[in-house]
């Protein structure tokens, strides 16, 4: 019965790709798959607009969204019918064929990233031998999209905004690909699949997921703090910020290109969450040894929405952070935390399974930490920290 | 069929490259050149190769071109037309460069309808290589990045000691 529920809808995209000549049943059952992605990350994204708004609002003390449908949950509808019927407004100076582009490539560079993402056991679209290759690559396009669409509203703010995004987008690149460099150590592959397939175990009641290491646990944190940084979310979102800079590299777009592109943020920010959980969190399997009978996929969506739910409250208690505070961040700490990280990995790997490798590994994590922490902030000082308040 | 498509989306976007007036446009069109090349290397099946020609061309080089174009502020319009007076010459030399690697195509073993067993590359072989055939070019390679980056951060830290 467990296996059945957990196949469903592998067996579902067999059965009705039976149904075509031979010939055309592998694309058939792609083309299944695909719109299966499709139709469900965009619902995602709908219940994820609606859920933030609502997050925040409690988070500031006040109720969200509330009018429309129960506890305001229909919002999404009443947004789309919006964003489809405003006016289309594009400059006279802007660039026309660039300006309509920009949203365009954004969107789909965002839905190419799940095709390499295990969603459940034998559920992945492209079982490719490079996969987190893939996408890195495909993440790096979408920077082009977001430099194309503050070029060409011939603004200076959107320029500006944009120039900003990809300075700080391939800043995090860094921190971001060599704390996936560790997981790829430590499994010796760069397929997804392969990767998830080496966190399934289990010893005794407890996974053998990467994020229960200590190089994990810091590449898991690396990784997250980075692909915030990447997706432009809060507090890395001055590139996009309504306080700092108008509205940044979406400036000058209404209607419906502003909804794409709003659509390609929050995709992007669930694929790259969804690589941070198949690289750390074990992807699509149980956490604890007696609970995989519930299906692997309903297992990677919990997940997905813990860690959006940890992007949402995030977003709702830190401030924003400076740009030159941001690249410091990047360079002089996540990027030697990484490379420590590295080293720590290295050395897990080649010590014995036993308490040993466990506190070495642990205390090198720390120490580091500890100091880059107090070396960026205070100078290299290690006393007491003092803290002012305004009284 | 796949082949012809993804050559002629190159082709196109080299030549669009060379001549739309404005760069920023010729840039983004030059994107689509290496996202064409990208493409057929992923058809020829090497993945890793593939996958490294968009991430690093598409997603570093043409950004450095992007910036370089941005920070010169040379985005005027070029309004002069695209022929020369010399375009004779320029023919004559593209004909004879032509001509010079059509000659050495026909001539190696690549045009010949014999197909060669291709070796399956995966990429633990090329990682396999890299460590333990070609470790010198590696850290030669490492080297190299190392004193690029040492050098860039002090022409940057030079330039603000210089302004103060």
């Known amino acids: 019965m467990g296996e059945t529920a957990d196949q469903i809808f592998v067996t579902l995209q067999h059965s009705i790709a039976g149904y075509a000549p031979a010939g055309l049943r592998p694309v058939l059952s792609t083309m299944l798959a695909v719109i299966a992605i499709l139709g469900v990350f965009a619902l995602l994204f709908a219940m994820t607009t609606v859920l933030e708004r609502k997050g925040l609002g409690r988070i500031q003390n006040r109720y969200g969204p509330n009018r429309v449908g129960p506890f305001g949950l229909l919002q999404p509808i009443a947004d789309g019918i919006k964003s489809l019927t405003k006016e289309d407004i594009v400059p006279q100076a802007a660039d026309k064929a660039v300006h309509l582009l920009a949203p365009i490539s954004l969107v789909l560079a965002a839905f190419t990233l799940f095709a390499v993402l295990p969603l459940g056991r034998n559920m992945v679209l492209v079982n490719l031998d490079a996969g987190v290759l893939f996408f890195f690559a495909v993440s790096s396009v979408m920077e082009v999209a977001i430099f194309m669409a503050g070029w060409s509203s011939r603004n200076k703010y959107s320029l500006l905004g944009a120039m900003r995004a990809i300075a700080q987008m391939i800043s995090y690149e860094v921190p971001l690909i060599l704390a996936s460099v560790t997981v790829i150590m430590a499994a010796g592959s760069l397929s997804t699949v392969e990767i998830v397939a080496r966190q399934s175990g289990y010893s005794g009641i407890l996974p053998h997921w990467f994020v229960f290491t200590p190089w994990g646990f810091a590449g898991f944190f690396l990784f997250m703090v980075a692909a915030t940084a990447e997706s432009n979310r809060s507090p890395f979102d001055l590139p996009e910020g309504e306080s700092e800079i108008i509205a940044g590299y979406f400036t000058e777009y209404s209607g419906f290109k502003f909804a794409l592109f709003f659509l390609g943020e929050y995709i992007g920010m669930f694929a790259i969450s969804g690589l941070g959980i198949t690289l750390f969190l074990g992807g699509w399997s149980a956490p604890l040894s007696f609970l995989t009978w519930i299906p692997s996929y309903l297992w990677f969506f919990a997940k997905l929405l813990a860690v959006i739910a940890m992007f949402i409250w995030i977003r709702g208690t830190l401030p924003r952070l400076r740009m030159d505070q941001l690249m410091n961040f990047a360079w002089r700490f996540m990027l030697p935390m990484a490379l420590i990280n590295l080293v720590t990995a290295g050395i897990w790997h080649f010590f014995e399974h036993g308490v040993l490798r466990w506190i070495v590994c642990s205390v090198v994590v720390v120490v580091s930490y500890v100091l880059l922490g107090r070396g960026l902030t205070q100078g290299w000082k290690l006393e007491r920290r003092i803290y002012r308040f305004a009284e | ?164």
Request: aromatic share 8%.
């Open chain 2, 1 to 164: 069929m796949l082949f012809t498509t993804f050559a002629i989306v190159t082709v196109a976007g080299a030549v669009a490259a060379m001549s739309f007036r404005h760069l920023v446009h010729s840039v983004l069109s030059l994107i689509v050149a290496f996202a064409g090349l990208a493409a057929i290397y992923l058809l020829l099946g090497a993945q890793f190769v593939g996958l490294a020609q968009v991430l690093i061309y598409i997603g570093a080089v043409a950004i450095l071109v992007v910036f370089a174009i941005l920070l010169t502020r040379n985005t005027r319009e070029i309004q002069r037309s695209i022929a020369v007076s010399s375009w004779r010459q320029s023919v004559a030399v593209v004909f004879a460069v032509f001509g010079v690697l059509a000659w050495a195509i026909y001539g190696s073993g690549a045009i010949s309808h014999v197909m060669r067993p291709q070796p399956e590359v995966a990429i633990q072989q090329i990682g396999d290589a890299l460590i333990l055939r070609f470790a010198l070019p590696l850290e030669i390679i490492g080297l190299l990045l190392t004193v690029a980056l040492i050098g860039a951060v002090t022409i940057a830290m030079q330039e603000k000691k210089e302004k103060r």
